[in-house]
């Protein structure tokens, strides 16, 4: 059974940077599609960035070319770079995955999530 842990989240200013991890146990992420959500206080859970077993990625309009998000198979770990942040990206964030044969899959949609992680709150505030 595949366990993901979420960390590196925190209290940052505008204009600052955060590096999110998502560490699995249980199994390998290679066999996975990987995406990180996140949630904000009365909004519904958005897809932000996935990476697929090819290691191509594709991120959510809000973040492109702020966050990255890449993942180290001998950590069996995916991170989300998070630069230039902005108060409107304050939110929960989760990652989670979706077991896959299609090296192509992007898990966007946190309805196609198998396995989610308890999450790690991002606050951007001055």
């Known amino acids: 059974q595949l366990q993901l842990v979420e960390s590196g989240g925190g209290l940052v200013q505008p204009g600052g940077s955060l590096r999110l991890s998502c560490a699995a146990s249980g199994d390998t992420l290679d066999n996975y599609a990987i995406g990180w959500f996140r949630q904000a206080p009365g909004k519904e859970r958005e897809g932000v960035s996935c990476?697929?077993?090819?290691?191509?990625?594709s991120y959510g309009g809000s973040v492109k070319d702020r966050f990255t998000i890449s993942r180290d198979n001998a950590k069996n770990t995916v991170y989300l770079e998070m630069n230039s942040l902005k108060p409107e990206d304050t939110a929960v964030y989760y990652c989670?995955?979706?077991?896959?044969?299609?090296?192509?899959?992007?898990?966007?949609?946190?309805?196609?999530?198998?396995?989610w992680g308890q999450g790690t709150q991002v606050t951007v505030s001055s």
């Open positions: 989670a995955a979706r077991w896959t044969q299609n090296e192509a899959y992007c898990l966007s949609w946190a309805n196609e999530g198998n396995y």
């Open positions: 990476i697929r077993r090819n290691d191509g990625s």
